[in-house]
């Protein structure tokens, strides 16, 4: 509690060993592992997946197409990715459901409407300069999805079909 002339009563290694145990409980809350003494076990692992289902849900909003493509695992595959991988600085969800894309890239293969939501995400997050990204697609036909987001103008998109070799 801070003193008169704005000094505090609090003892540096009070402070420091505060400061541990807010590490612990934070921790505890959003990767799962063990809180600080004195803390209820049940109640903070109850709260941290309540805060890992928060941000899910933020995400699923943010990127429906990976939510649907991903269907009823949704929530077990993202509880395991925010356990390793803390929210984006930050703390929007779109950028959030990017980095959770990008780590399900090696594990399954993304259809091509997540394909597509991700390139526009990553034109959205894109504040400054120009932003210029392409995504092969398959179906109907495979075909090249340009986006290019340019300051003050917006962003354009254009399908470019594959050219079948000319057989002569």
């Given at each position: 509690?801070?003193?008169?002339?704005?000094?505090?009563?609090?003892?540096?290694?009070?402070?420091?060993?505060?400061?541990?145990?807010?590490?612990?409980?934070?921790?505890?809350?959003?990767?799962?592992?063990?809180?600080?003494?004195?803390?209820?076990?049940a109640?903070?692992?109850?709260?941290?997946?309540?805060?890992?289902?928060?941000?899910?849900?933020?995400?699923?909003?943010?990127?429906?197409?990976?939510?649907?493509?991903?269907?009823?695992?949704?929530?077990?595959?993202?509880?395991?990715?925010?356990?390793?991988?803390?929210?984006?600085?930050?703390?929007?969800?779109?950028?959030?459901?990017?980095?959770?894309a990008?780590?399900?890239?090696?594990?399954?293969?993304?259809?091509?409407?997540?394909?597509?939501?991700?390139?526009?995400?990553?034109?959205?997050?894109?504040?400054?300069?120009?932003?210029?990204?392409?995504?092969?697609?398959?179906?109907?036909?495979?075909?090249?999805?340009?986006?290019?987001?340019?300051?003050?103008?917006?962003?354009?998109?254009?399908?470019?079909?594959?050219?079948?070799?000319?057989r002569?």
């Amino acid at each position: 509690m801070p003193c008169a002339g704005g000094a505090s009563s609090v003892s540096e290694p009070d402070r420091t060993a505060y400061a541990a145990r807010q590490a612990q409980l934070l921790d505890a809350l959003l990767r799962g592992s063990e809180p600080p003494a004195g803390f209820d076990a049940a109640h903070a692992g109850a709260a941290g997946s309540s805060l890992r289902r928060k941000r899910g849900r933020a995400v699923a909003q943010a990127c429906p197409a990976l939510a649907l493509e991903l269907g009823d695992g949704f929530g077990a595959c993202f509880d395991a990715y925010a356990r390793a991988n803390d929210a984006p600085a930050s703390g929007a969800p779109l950028e959030d459901g990017l980095a959770f894309a990008r780590s399900l890239r090696h594990v399954t293969p993304l259809d091509d409407d997540v394909r597509v939501e991700l390139l526009l995400a990553r034109a959205a997050l894109r504040r400054h300069g120009v932003f210029a990204g392409a995504a092969w697609l398959r179906r109907p036909r495979r075909r090249l999805l340009v986006v290019v987001r340019l300051p003050g103008l917006g962003t354009v998109h254009r399908s470019v079909p594959r050219r079948r070799p000319r057989r002569d």
